[in-house]
């Protein structure tokens, strides 16, 4: 059975950080693109950050500069790493995995974990 689950959520202050991880389980990760998206209140999901089998990343204009995405093959994990928070971040947080090339759209992929809450606020 094909599963993603995130995990490192949570309340953070303004200016902190946080590193979102993401397990696969089922299947060989580094033979798929994985992307992280959020998903506010009232709002639609808005992809973060992308990455490809090969390692070429895509970043949001909202989170360029702030968010890095990485991947760790050996332990089936693609992470993303958030510094100097904002309240607008607060959402769920979501990652994704698609087979094929790097994609920017949530519609793309396939496979999706339950999601983590990220709260930023003093």
């Known amino acids: 059975q094909v599963q993603l689950v995130e995990s490192g959520g949570g309340l953070v202050q303004p200016g902190g950080s946080l590193r ?3 397990v696969a389980s089922g ?5 798929y693109a ?3 998206f959020r998903q506010a209140p009232g709002k639609e999901r808005e992809g973060l950050a992308c990455m490809s089998t ?6 949001a204009d909202s989170v360029k500069g702030r968010f890095t995405i990485s991947r760790d093959n050996d332990k089936n994990t693609v992470y993303l790493r958030s510094n100097s928070l904002k309240p607008e971040d607060t959402a769920v947080y979501y990652c994704a995995a698609r087979g094929g090339p790097l994609a920017r759209t949530s519609i793309a992929y396939v496979y999706w974990g339950q999601g983590t809450q990220v709260t930023v606020s003093s």
């Open 20 to 22: 979102l991880s993401c």
């Open 27 to 31: 299947y060989n990760l580094s033979y």
């Open 34 to 36: 994985v992307g992280w």
């Open 54 to 59: 090969h390692g070429d990343t895509y970043y």
